[in-house]
């Protein structure tokens, strides 16, 4: 049953700290994105890798955000420094995009993070 | 506007019809989804329909496309408690870089109750 993991699922961590989350895409995905969840602004995208490149990242505050993609099998969000305007749950999801416009997005469990 | 829009809230009892609608921005959108997210869990697509298309019915889901006034509606028939959840509309609208991102609503919030 193929599923996207991500790690860790819960994070508690000090404003100022790095936070690194982790993605692990469905084997054979070519596309890769973040999102993140909050109550106010809802699902916002973050970044979005096609073929590990990045594609659009436009949803992402440059200054301390990052994302990458060191091989196929991971994708990495970093945060640093964090600031308690940062909690909420942070989702990887994958997809398979070829020639047609389908674009299903398989999303992982997310990862809620605390930033205290 | 921009926005992909949906009402907030929704309360049925259970064995009734639920209808959720959506209301989205580009008339281009070849493909629309519905996603399900249940508490504590990722989304996960319920359906979809091709913009070709003005129904889809799958089991107790019937999707409604109104292209004209850009309005899509899932319907769930015999609502279930397992049912509740939050739904999202969604539509894929093709960026100037010229690939398809996925333009999510707010959200709405399922209540079945007895």
């Known amino acids: 049953d193929a599923r996207v993991t991500q790690t860790p699922r819960h994070k508690v961590t000090e404003m100022g700290q790095e936070v690194t989350m982790r993605c692990q895409p469905i084997l054979g995905h070519n596309t890769v994105f973040w999102y993140r969840q909050t109550m106010m602004q809802g699902l916002e995208l973050l970044a979005y890798?096609?073929?590990?490149?990045?594609?659009?990242d436009s949803g992402m505050p440059k200054d301390r955000f990052s994302a990458e993609m060191p091989d196929a099998t991971l994708a990495t969000l970093k945060i640093q420094p964090s600031e308690p305007r940062d909690s909420a749950v942070y989702f990887c999801?994958?997809?398979?995009?070829?020639?047609?416009?389908?674009?299903?997005?398989?999303f992982g469990p997310g990862t809620r993070l605390t930033v205290l | 506007g921009e926005d992909v829009e949906q009402s907030l809230f929704l309360s049925v009892r259970e064995g009734d019809s639920s209808v959720i609608n959506c209301t989205y921005t580009?008339?281009?959108?070849?493909?629309l989804y519905w996603y399900k997210q249940e508490p504590g869990a990722g989304l996960q697509l319920l359906t979809y329909i091709f913009s070709n298309m003005d129904m889809k019915q799958d089991q107790r889901l019937t999707v409604l496309l109104n292209k004209k006034d850009k309005h899509l509606s899932l319907r769930i028939a015999d609502t279930q408690t397992g049912d509740s959840a939050i739904y999202f509309c969604?539509?894929?609208?093709?960026?100037?870089?010229?690939?398809?991102?996925?333009?999510f609503g707010a959200g709405t919030r399922l209540a079945v109750h007895p």
């Open positions: 580009d008339s281009s959108s070849t493909y």
């Open positions: 890798f096609r073929n590990r490149a990045p594609l659009d």
């Open positions: 969604a539509e894929s609208r093709l960026n100037p870089g010229g690939y398809n991102k996925l333009i």
């Open positions: 999801a994958s997809g398979l995009v070829g020639v047609s416009s389908y674009n299903e997005q398989f």
